[in-house]
């Protein structure tokens, strides 16, 4: 995961790309650099670690231009180090900066090679910085040269080009991985975020899949992937440059849970196009570790346990391999068995937890065949000390109640749900179909979120309770787990959570008309089952609240309550799909109740400590 930032302008630019970086520093944390075109000839400053050493070295080597382009890096394909940091360059003045993985990058470098050309790192980029000036050479037009390179190219890129022989453009294109243009006056900008250009515009233009662009001073020109002129869409954004924090919104919490379509979205992209996984997201080992696997164990706390506990179900069901799943304060304590070939498997929001850390540096030691670390924060312990990483691209999480965080877990999970099931058993069919519902994944939690106001009316129903039952079945029984949780963190009301099933084993003796009852139904195998769990909430007189599927056949009546989620949702979405409302009822109740939203009490983001 990278952040890459570029301008054309009038006026120096370094500023520009250095507040761009700043802002996208979430994005990669191991090395930065810029490139820009001063007095005619490419100018290059790169160093290894966060954005502030970039800022020293060009405090003491300062570089100026009207055009450039800058980058801030977590490395996939080549080690944290100068030479491997972007840009990277080529012969006569070519610079690229590249977010993205580059599947066929050594059949690539093996034919550059050939044609004499001379490789200084061990990244996937060089390669198409090469590429682009072979075909510059014959086609004689940087535009072309670009369009030409990225048709040979597979998987995933976001990719910003400047040359010394045309400094009157930059040239950027969209593959699997998000672009913004950015609209100033006489200046324009490109970026892999929306957020590192608001001190310089709010008006913006996304590129497409396939989509190379021509960014001028005064002109924007995008050609899809048909080659044809295509009319992208200005849109104003409605964050200022300072939108810090809350924005529009009155929480973090809040602002949070609102931008989980979007952090899913960018969890996603690099990861998945036409109906594929690139593997190599997990790291470059990752396709032969993943074809070894025959078990998987998870360790995690908290929220991140929930999200463990989904995938459990996930890769049972779809890769038919046994998944055990720990909570790490206690997995360090029970001396488990290792079964041969089995995969650890870390997640923690911040990287830092240090129960989480512990198991992992426990396990290192105990015949695991790798250990892979799903985490928020590239820099952190939990990465540095994994094989292999995905990251999760929730950007900063300030609340304590942890939403956006969740989410982008279950996507990752899910993610490496579809990458164990290539090597067990799913066709290219049934990958192309997981992947298409990942997809759809975005706009799904879009139209969850739509239920806020009614959300925010039945909160009032909550605020005065002191006790909830949170209820699921199967892989919504982790959502339930999670639902209860977030309202205990930031309400204070005592809430627990049970598989529908148990309730007659005990739970169903705490039910009374003071207990309101919440349930999440999607219309799933299990349905009918938990229909019946339901009737016997009933007979004792409790109050149901019914998350359910428009088609689950659930009717609203004296006592129950029936909120309809979204259509068409299956069960492999259904898990962060529902959790969204949970999440807005555990909030409103907060609000209403008058706790600390963001920062509730006894509790702390990032638990660095046994």
């Known amino acids: 995961m990278c952040g890459i930032v570029g301008a054309i302008a009038e006026r120096n630019i370094v500023p520009v790309l250095m507040e761009g970086l700043r802002r996208l520093e979430y994005r990669g944390y191991d090395s930065a650099g810029l490139a820009v075109i001063e007095s005619g000839k490419l100018v290059r400053v790169r160093t290894v670690g966060k954005v502030r050493m970039l800022e020293e070295a060009l405090d003491s080597t300062p570089a100026g231009g009207r055009v450039g382009i800058a980058h801030t890096r977590w490395a996939t394909h080549g080690v944290p180090s100068e030479r491997n940091a972007h840009p990277h360059v080529s012969l006569g003045g070519i610079a690229i900066v590249h977010n993205g993985i580059i599947e066929n990058h050594e059949e690539l470098r093996e034919d550059l090679k050939r044609r004499g050309y001379r490789f200084d790192s061990e990244t996937d980029t060089e390669v198409v910085a090469h590429r682009i000036h072979y075909h510059l050479d014959t086609l004689g037009d940087l535009f072309k040269a670009v369009r030409a390179t990225v048709a040979e190219l597979e998987g995933a890129y976001a990719l910003a080009v400047v040359s010394e022989q045309d400094p009157e453009r930059l040239v950027a294109a969209r593959e699997g991985c998000p672009v913004v243009i950015g609209l100033g006056v006489e200046e324009n900008f490109v970026a892999s975020d929306v957020a590192a250009l608001l001190p310089v515009t709010r008006r913006f233009q996304f590129l497409e899949e396939g989509d190379v662009a021509e960014i001028r001073r005064r002109a924007v020109r995008v050609i899809d992937r048909d080659g044809n002129i295509a009319e992208r869409p200005v849109r104003e954004s409605e964050l200022s440059a300072d939108a810090a924090e809350k924005g529009p919104f009155r929480h973090f919490m809040l602002k949070e849970i609102h931008e989980q379509p979007r952090a899913v979205a960018d969890t996603l992209a690099e990861r998945v196009a036409n109906g594929r996984l690139f593997e190599a997201a997990f790291g470059p080992a990752a396709a032969d570790v993943f074809k070894r696997v025959a078990g998987v164990h998870i360790v995690a706390c908290g929220t991140s346990y929930h999200a463990a506990s989904v995938a459990r179900y996930f890769i049972e069901q779809i890769c038919r391999i046994p998944c055990a799943v720990d909570i790490a304060s206690e997995y360090r304590y029970r001396n488990p068995l290792v079964p041969p070939n089995s995969l650890f498997v870390t997640i923690s929001q911040s990287g830092e937890t240090a129960d989480t850390l512990a198991a992992l540096r426990l396990a290192r030691q105990s015949g695991y065949l790798s250990a892979l670390a799903i985490c928020n924060v590239p820099e952190s312990s939990l990465v540095r000390e994994s094989e292999l990483v995905m990251l999760t691209r929730a950007g900063p999480e300030i609340g304590v109640a942890s939403t956006k965080a969740f989410t982008t877990q279950l996507a990752a999970l899910s993610m490496l749900t579809v990458a164990l099931a290539r090597h067990h058993g799913a066709d290219a069919e049934r990958e192309h179909g997981l992947v298409t519902r990942l997809v759809e994944l975005p706009a799904l939690i879009e139209k969850a979120l739509t239920l806020d106001p009614l959300i925010h009316r039945l909160a009032e129903r909550f605020a005065e309770k002191r006790h909830a039952l949170f209820l699921g079945r199967g892989a919504l029984y982790p959502i339930a787990m999670e639902g209860a949780l ?113 920062q509730p009490r006894n509790l702390a983001k990032s638990v660095t400590v046994e």
Do not use: C
């Open 486 to 598: 977030k309202l205990k963190e930031i309400s204070y009301i005592h809430a627990e959570s049970y598989p529908a099933g148990e309730l007659k084993h005990g739970p169903l003796a705490l039910v009374d008309a003071d207990m309101p009852v919440i349930a999440v139904a999607p219309n799933n195998d299990l349905l009918e089952k938990l229909k019946s769990n339901l009737m016997e909430v009933r007979a004792r007189g409790g109050e149901l609240v019914v998350f359910a599927d428009p088609e689950a056949g659930m009717r609203p009546s004296d006592g129950v309550t029936v909120i309809e989620m979204p259509k068409h949702v299956t069960w492999f979405q259904a898990p962060a799909v529902y959790t969204v409302p949970l999440q807005l009822l555990a909030y409103h109740v907060a609000v209403l109740k008058g706790t600390d939203v963001d």
